[in-house]
């Protein structure tokens, strides 16, 4: 299985942005998925999370309201949309699953990363 993120880019502040993460391969189920990022010198921070059916999410406090997390089960597919874009939000961001790929095994799985810059 692997995943791989799309949409990343460069944006002047207060703008908006989607990426996607796609999951490739087999699997049995793809249960939660969340966005990540990692800013240069700082630790990988969880920005938005989201459940197996897609009914329950959770946002980083400082992404609230600007940020929205979205899944298509149908197209094993997760999206992030981001408005209100701020110079902080510069990182690169990561997709991340935890993907049953049988019956009995449960993994974490994380694509590449794609870059997102938010110029002041």
């Known amino acids: 299985v692997q995943l791989v993120e799309s949409g990343g880019g460069l944006v002047q502040a207060g703008g908006s942005l989607g990426l996607s993460c796609a999951a490739s391969?087999?699997?049995?189920?793809?249960?939660?998925m969340g966005w990540y990022r990692q800013a240069p010198g700082k630790q990988r921070e969880l920005v938005a999370v989201?459940?197996?059916?897609?009914?329950?999410?959770n946002y980083l406090d400082s992404v609230k309201g600007r940020f929205t997390i979205s899944r298509d089960n149908a197209k094993n597919s997760m999206y992030l949309q981001m408005n209100s874009l701020k110079p902080e939000d510069t990182a690169v961001y990561y997709c991340?699953?935890?993907?049953?790929?049988?019956?009995?095994?449960?993994?974490?799985?994380w694509g590449q990363g794609t870059q997102v810059t938010v110029s002041s």
């Open positions: 991340n699953a935890r993907i049953r790929i049988t019956p009995w095994k449960e993994d974490t799985y």
């Open positions: 989201i459940t197996s059916g897609g009914g329950s999410t």
């Open positions: 391969g087999s699997a049995f189920r793809i249960n939660t």
